[in-house]
């Protein structure tokens, strides 16, 4: 199984950057894939994620700013992320649940229901 990153670099704030997330290795396509972020000093929190039947959801932080897609027959995932903040500022890592375990709805944005990471790509925002 891999996941693999790509797209971080540096914006203002304000600006926008596209992470994209290639998903490769898994015999039936898991059934939520997400994007997580980790700060310096600061727990990995989920961004956002979606099903493999396109349902979605985000955190608070970041609604109305970052998207969350697919393109399930090339198996990518993308975070369109758009006004950006400096507290964006992290290392962003794609992840996926196996193929056959379920998630609860509290525990969608959990990093720990997430079996599977990729070695994540750093995103800095300045003000």
């Known amino acids: 199984v891999h996941l693999t990153e790509f797209g971080g670099g540096s914006a203002q704030s304000g600006g926008s950057l596209r992470l994209s997330c290639g998903v490769s290795g898994f015999t039936d396509r898991p059934i939520w894939t997400g994007w997580f972020r980790q700060a310096p000093g600061k727990e990995r929190e989920g961004v956002a994620i979606i099903s493999r039947n396109g349902a979605t959801a985000s955190s608070d932080s970041v609604k109305g700013r970052f998207t969350i897609s697919q393109d399930v027959a090339k198996n990518m995932m993308f975070l369109q992320m758009n006004n950006l903040k400096p507290e964006d500022t992290a290392q962003y890592y794609c992840?996926?649940?196996?193929?056959?375990?379920?998630?609860?709805?509290?525990?969608?944005?959990?990093?720990?229901?997430?079996?599977?990471w990729g070695q994540g790509t750093q995103v800095n925002v300045s003000s």
């Open positions: 992840a996926a649940s196996s193929s056959s375990s379920l998630i609860p709805a509290y525990g969608l944005l959990d990093f720990h229901y997430y079996s599977y």
